[in-house]
Antibody
Framework: QVQLVQSGAEVKKPGASVKMSCKAS????????IHWVRQAPGQRFEWMGW????????KYSQTFQGRVTISKDTTANIVYMEVESLRLDDTAVYFC????????????WGQGTLVTVSP | DIQMTQSPSSLSASVGDRVTITCRAS??????LNWYQQKPGEAPSLLIR???TLHYGVPSRFTGFGFGTDFSLTITGLQPEDFATYFC?????????FGQGTKVEIK
């Protein structure tokens, strides 16, 4: 069955970077896109960006452009997301999710990675 | 960017009740509207895509309706496992945006 398994929780200081992973299994990795969405405490979901695993095309939300980097390791079926210059309000659960295209429903989600930014 | 507004933010209901959640887009999005359910500590799960298409394995007590700017999710015959938070998402234009969520609680 389709699974997206994310890396574990992180605690970071303001100004630091965090790199998290999303390992896919149960389907042909290159046939789908991976999106990153975050959910800060008490806030709505916020779309951060996506990668077309097939052709490597990447798009970021303007909100995160320049501070977020999405990458992939096709041999290992893993997608990564790095967030730089962390701020206190970056404290959130970060989810990866599988979709078809940039504008698509998200039918499979990872379990989430909690990132806590604390002085 | 398109903004999504859900109402109500929360509601209390009893098992067996019929509940309706609404989602309004700041501009017309056709039927590019999806609904998700999220239980505490879990990832969201897709319920309905394209405004009214039930996702695989989702019980038929969930129905979606709407076009343009106004959409609804109805649960007919609320079950104990339906107490959760529900989110809408537009996928008409980038960036894909979510509603703020509606928490369905037990009365």
């Amino acid at each position: 069955q389709v699974q997206l398994v994310q890396s574990g929780a992180e605690v970071k200081k303001p100004g630091a970077s965090v790199k998290m992973s999303c390992k896919a299994s149960g389907y042909v990795f290159s046939s789908f896109a991976i999106h990153w969405v975050r959910q800060a405490p008490g806030q709505r979901f916020e779309w951060m960006g996506w990668i077309n695993v097939s052709n490597g095309d990447i798009k970021y939300s303007q909100t995160f452009q320049g501070r977020v980097t999405i990458s992939k390791d096709t041999t290992a079926n893993i997608v990564y997301m790095e967030v730089e210059s962390l701020r206190l309000d970056d404290t959130a659960v970060y989810f990866c999710a599988r979709g078809w295209l940039q504008l698509t429903y998200l039918e499979h989600w990872g379990q989430g990675t909690l990132v806590t930014v604390s002085p | 960017d398109i903004q999504m507004t859900q109402s109500p933010s929360s509601l209390s209901a009893s098992v067996g009740d019929r509940v309706t959640i609404t989602c309004r887009a700041s501009q017309s999005i056709g039927t590019y509207l999806n609904w998700y359910q999220q239980k505490p500590g879990e990832a969201p799960s897709l319920l309905i895509r394209s405004a009214s298409t039930l996702h695989y394995g989702v019980p038929s007590r969930f129905t979606g309706f709407g076009f343009g700017t106004d959409f609804s999710l109805t649960i007919t015959g609320l079950q104990p496992e339906d107490f959760a938070t529900y989110f809408c998402q537009q996928t008409y234009a980038a960036p894909p945006a979510f509603g703020q969520g509606t928490k369905v609680e037990i009365k």
